[in-house]
């Protein structure tokens, strides 16, 4: 996973500017139909763009959604206002056009996004999901056993400088994954390329990631690989009353697990031990 920058700017994500740059979705008329609505029961409310994103993730594409707030805003029938993220960049927020109050608003949201995209605490949570996830998957039987991976059975990556971050192994089989533990999805050009890496190294693909979407997993899956989506962005250790008010005030699947869910590494087993089947 590396310790990455910060995921904000929260305005800037090259795959949904690619995305968008393509012909129209006429899901996003449906998207602006439900989105329409939403502000018209949060009249009082201002929200930031990538927020949205996350808010309807389980109906739209991230970048469905974006497009369809760009094309409400466009056509005035919601607002748009653009803030400072101070040290990290831009940060677009969406209102009712009646509502006259919502720079106060938008501050408080800016002093929670600047904490949670500060640079210590996104290290920790890179940290925190690989450090979880090791746990989780060694519980039932698979074992991480190379970390930092470009290199596996005297194979050896050297097209670009990504690496993997392990390689777990269970009943003869390893899996080389990836941990993003991410408001956004994994960058589409990091998942060609990890893909590429897994085949090339002979690992199946494993992408560990609080969310995806279909047409990603869809690409892992004609790879032989698998999704594990565990929906809620795990917080550090520690960090449950900051991740409960986040949860509260921004609605953002955040939380602060001791563990992870016996039903979320269960599905990947599942899978596992059916594939076994198919090969035997």
Sequence with gaps: MHWEPPEYDPDYDPDIEQEESQPRDPVVDQAKEEIRAFFGEERSSVFYKQ??????????????TSRALSELAAEGH???EREILPGTGNISFYHATTHR?????????????SQFSAPPFTAGLGA??????DAALASVGFLPTARRVRTYAGKVWAATEHDLDRVFERDGVAYGAEIKNTLKYIPRDELTVKLRMCKHLGLRPLFIVRMAAKSYINEVRLENGFTLVFKFQLY???????????REALRLPVDCPA??????????????????LRRG
């Design 78 to 80: 919601i607002a748009l």
């Design 259 to 276: 563990r992870i869910a016996d039903g979320t590494v269960q599905r990947f087993l599942k899978w596992h031990l059916k594939t076994l």
């Design 128 to 133: 925190q999901g690989e450090m979880m996830f």
């Design 51 to 64: 927020q949205l994103e996350v808010i309807f993730e389980d109906r739209y594409f991230h970048w469905v």
């Design 236 to 246: 550090p250790f520690g960090q449950k009353p900051f991740a409960d008010r986040v």
């Design 101 to 113: 109050y919502w720079r106060r608003q938008a501050q408080d949201v800016i002093a929670l996004v």
